[in-house]
């Protein structure tokens, strides 16, 4: 199995300024997922997938005390880095290596949480199989908070998105040819769908309440219960 090679996870120690520089609205995708979770009062369990360097699940730590995070990915060094970014919460987080498209997901969750993880997942069929596995893990009402990049209605939009998307990293300082050869890497190793689909995919599981509560272009942020 071939790892991601997008440059953004060749070096994990620059991983964060590297995503910052990459994803338009990384901050504000944070934002809404930590202000987009509403846990009950007793203490909670929730897990992280794709947790990378841990920077949502360091967000909601920051916000719930009652909080306690298990954060998954499939890259040994971004959870050391996460290790590091998470010290103060030493206690209230665990990590595990697992790579999502060959390990099921288990365990009883309050929340599960994912951002810019899941279009690792190839095609709506193993996306629909992703999110039944992660319905299995919830606990009744428990949250499910995705982050990702999602593909418009229509290749027109793509087309507009992805063209935004380039004029960010440039103006952020990237070279066009890089930005230019990043986006044809990708599209070998990461397989966005349709946010719309998603949508429908999660009410058909029977997830409740699903809404997207962020949208900027191609990124967004759904929100859906159990
Ligand atoms: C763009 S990063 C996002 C990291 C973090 N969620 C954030 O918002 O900063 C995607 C993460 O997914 C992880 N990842 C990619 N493919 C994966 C897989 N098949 N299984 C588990 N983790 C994976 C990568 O190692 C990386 O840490």
Not at 47 to 59: P, R, Y
Not at 62 to 79: A, N, P, Q, V, W
Not at 192 to 197: E, I, R, T
Request: hydrophobic fraction near 35%; charge should be negative; charged fraction near 25%.
């Amino acid at each position: 199995m071939t790892k991601n090679k997008s440059y953004i996870y060749q070096n994990p120690t620059e991983f964060d300024g590297a995503i910052r520089r990459t994803i338009p609205c990384y901050e504000e995708m944070l934002e809404a997922i930590a202000d987009s979770v509403f846990l009950p009062p007793h203490r909670c369990r929730g897990l992280d997938i794709g947790a990378g360097t841990g920077a949502v699940t360091k967000a909601l730590l920051k916000r719930y005390d009652h909080l306690c995070m298990h954060c998954l990915d499939f890259s040994t060094e971004m959870l050391g880095i996460l290790s590091d970014s998470l010290a103060e919460f030493v206690g209230r987080y665990e990590i595990t290596t697992h790579d999502i498209r060959v390990r099921t997901l288990s365990g009883s969750y309050d929340l599960v949480v994912s951002n810019l993880s899941i279009h690792h997942i190839k095609g709506l069929d193993e996306k629909r199989a992703f999110f039944e596995n992660i319905w299995s893990c919830l606990t009744s009402g428990g949250q499910f908070v995705m982050g990702d990049w999602f593909l418009g209605a229509n290749p027109d939009l793509d087309g507009m998105y992805e063209t935004r998307w380039k004029e960010f990293e440039i103006l952020n300082g990237k070279d066009p040819d890089d930005v230019e050869n990043h986006h044809r890497e990708m599209k070998k190793v990461d397989f966005p769908s349709p946010l719309v689909s998603q949508i429908q995919i999660l009410q058909q599981i029977g997830f409740q309440d699903v809404d997207c509560v962020f949208k900027k272009y191609n990124f967004g942020v759904v929100v859906c219960r159990r």
